[in-house]
């Protein structure tokens, strides 16, 4: 037996190299037979793990593209379940408003449903950029205007015109912002 049918257990059905070709004559019919068979044997169950591996690298790619599918389609299934309870307080407090014209239990219900979405939101990695004081920064800030002033220093953010937002560090939104530019009697 040589090295690699020790390690795979298997016992050589292959002629002796040392015989030489008129001793290969001397072999029976029925030994020529009883190789040959072996040689099938061998190829069949090597083709039979050949077709279960196809097989199963098929179901592997099958069941991949499946779970893929599903995250795509099911990705945003817990954020949304965060925002129903959000929805839930918008539609209470609308309701007690056409009931009720309060305004301080208004303001209260509405305060609370908006750190209920902050929470939520911030649960899932979506971050609030808002500047307002901060020098201008163009990757996360888009610049509205420009507003003379002597309380900033050039370039400052002096009003946010609209919050930006940005999810795991990515910018989703710029905020969009007043900048201070120095004042033309300075």
């Known amino acids: 037996m040589d090295k690699e049918q020790e390690y795979n ?10 015989q030489t070709a008129e001793n290969r004559d001397d072999l ?12 099938r044997s061998k190829a069949d169950e090597h083709w039979d793990q050949v077709v279960r591996s196809r097989a ?4 592997l790619k099958k ?8 995250a795509h389609k099911y990705g945003l299934e817990k954020f949304v379940g965060e925002l129903l309870g959000v929805r839930d307080s ?9 009931e009720n014209h309060d305004v301080e239990k208004l303001l209260e219900g509405t305060e609370l449903t908006l750190k209920m979405l902050a929470d939520a939101m911030a649960k899932f990695g979506v971050e609030q950029i808002d500047p307002e004081g901060e020098p201008f920064n163009p990757e ?13 220093a050039p370039n400052t953010v002096v009003n946010v015109v609209q919050k930006g937002y940005q999810l795991n560090g990515r910018l989703i939104r710029p905020a ?11």
């Not at 918008?90 to 056409?98: I, S, V």
């Not at 509205?144 to 309380?151: A, F, H, I, Q």
């Open 140 to 152: 996360l800030h888009q610049a509205m205007g420009m507003v003379p002033t002597d309380e900033f």
């Open 9 to 18: 257990g298997e016992e050589s059905t292959e002629i002796p190299q040392s």
């Open 28 to 39: 029976s019919h029925e030994e020529l037979g009883r190789l040959l068979e072996d040689a």
């Open 56 to 59: 199963e690298l098929d179901n």
């Open 90 to 98: 918008l539609e209470l407090g609308f309701n007690a408003a056409k």
């Open 176 to 186: 969009m912002v007043m900048v201070s530019q120095a004042a033309p009697n300075a």
């Open 63 to 70: 069941r991949h593209q499946r779970e893929l599918e599903n």
